[in-house]
């Protein structure tokens, strides 16, 4: 397995505070003979005759000497999983979850903006401090 984020943990509790049910720590994607890891697999139930909302949440920090670097993995990485969730999951919905600080100077540049907006990434914002969810961003 995968070494985990070092946000993992506050993403995990933050989303738990939001209400959410993590129903898989890692939440494994698995196609054919190949086996992934995303961090976390959690659900919300709503009312009982709409189902339920279930996400696959990957924490990353951003916290790279090249930040444009973890931004061109974070990409290739949520391309992959989405692409085999469509697949085996195609209920859930994947998420990537940033730091405020990353969101604050990093994800709120123009460029940055312009490649999010172009390649629509959901974001889940969280404050590492408080391990609370500050905005979803869809």
């Not at 995990?12 to 890692?26: E, F, H, K, S």
């Not at 974070?74 to 697949?87: K, N, P, S, V």
């Amino acid at each position: 397995m995968p070494r985990l984020d070092i946000i993992h943990d506050a993403v995990r509790n933050a989303l738990i505070r939001d209400g959410w049910t993590i129903t898989d720590d890692p939440y494994v994607i698995q196609y054919r003979r190949t086996t992934l890891y995303a961090d976390l697999g959690a659900e919300r139930p709503i009312a009982v005759e709409r189902g339920g909302l279930r996400l696959v949440v990957e924490a990353k920090s951003f916290v790279g000497a090249s930040k444009i670097q973890d931004l061109k993995e974070a990409l290739g990485q949520y391309d992959i999983y989405r692409y085999l969730l469509e697949e085996t999951a195609p209920d859930r919905k994947l998420y990537i979850a940033i730091s405020t600080a990353a969101h604050r100077t990093f994800f709120t540049q123009d460029f940055v903006q312009l490649i999010l907006q172009k390649h629509q990434l959901p974001i889940i914002v969280v404050n590492l401090d408080t391990e609370e969810v500050e905005q979803w961003i869809n």
